[in-house]
């Protein structure tokens, strides 16, 4: 490996206490998740036991309020500790962000009385989420899912099947979307399931290309039974409430691609200074110098345009095109990076010994995860020219 060390990303940050948070969170990489990165993943192992250090360095609540366990930082901030996490290890920053994703319906459209029964554990008492959109026919048309919850007295009977679920059969706890009427989008409600209720079984995880330690898998809801306490928001409000929770989960998603690609450019610089051909280092060859120079570009357009997304949200202003944006953009730059940098490192990229095939191999999944990049791109049009015409 080369002996040169990456230099830490020169953040631009609001506050003192942020500062402290990423040396906190740059701290628990380096000592916690990055040692043991590469061997995990490659057992396929999930490692719970980080997801418990960082509740407990109340890390799994960053964006919500304090009232509830969390960590009232801005979006901006809580962005930027995902990019230093998934620098780390994608499954660790990825899972993160969903479980921030899983959080947002109760925090955002839950009673204060829910709020209050339910938020303190999720967000600081060691638990884990789950988000429950996707099915195995119900993939990008999410509005035509078929997950039926029934009314029984007061309780609701949930029956059928949730796919690509990120943490399936390890979560706590399920945000589930769940039809309760009618077809299309005013149809569907929000529920929050115990991750052990009954009749709640996950399937084997899926054999993934990237990402192996972090479990996805489809989950079978056989006659699950929740009492109505547990329903969030109106019945037929859930699809909005679905849309919204995408809206953030697509930054979380850019700022794990700049990470990725970040963590790819630091092992394709330090490759580069230190290997050597025809008497001096590889880096020193026009081919390369550029090849360098516009990856670190990539990851900088990347950063400032999640960033600029952030700002918008914290400040309350629409901002679903500028995270479609940033989601395509970011996921986009950082295949194109990781890719460069198995380049960069010619045969010994391609090999296990050094962690940019990784990289490649996870950067992959962050243009499908949360709306492929097709869906961005149809996000963005409509809000430039209209919907399409019918």
Known sequence: ??????????????????RDLIALV??????????????????????????????DSGLLGL???????????PYEVYLQVLEELAAARLTVGLGVSVHSLACHALAGYGTKEQRADHLPAMLGGGLLGAYCLSEPASGSDAASLRTKAVRDGDDWVITGTKAWITHGGVADFCTVLARTGGEGARGITA??????????NAALPEKKMGMKG???????FDGVRIPDSRRIGDEGQGFAIALSALDSGRLGIAACAVGVAQAALDAAVGYATDRKQFGRPIADFQGLRFMLADMATRIEAGRALYLSAARLRD????FSRQAAMAKLFCTDAAMSVTTDAVQVLGGYGYTQDFPVERYMREAKVLQIVEGTNQIQRMVIARHLAGPESR
């Open 1 to 18: 490996m080369p002996d040169r060390a990456p230099q830490p990303v020169d953040r631009q940050l609001p506050t003192e206490e942020a």
């Open 26 to 55: 740059r701290d628990i990489a380096a000592r916690e998740i990055a040692p043991r990165a590469a061997e995990e993943e490659e057992a396929g192992h999930f490692p719970r036991e980080v997801f418990r250090l960082l509740s």
């Open 63 to 73: 964006p919500y309020a304090s009232e509830y366990g969390g960590g009232d930082q």
């Open 191 to 200: 529920f929050l399931v115990p991750g052990d209720a009954p009749g709640l």
């Open 214 to 220: 972090s479990p996805t898998a489809q989950l079978h």
């Open 315 to 318: 400040a309350g202003r629409p």
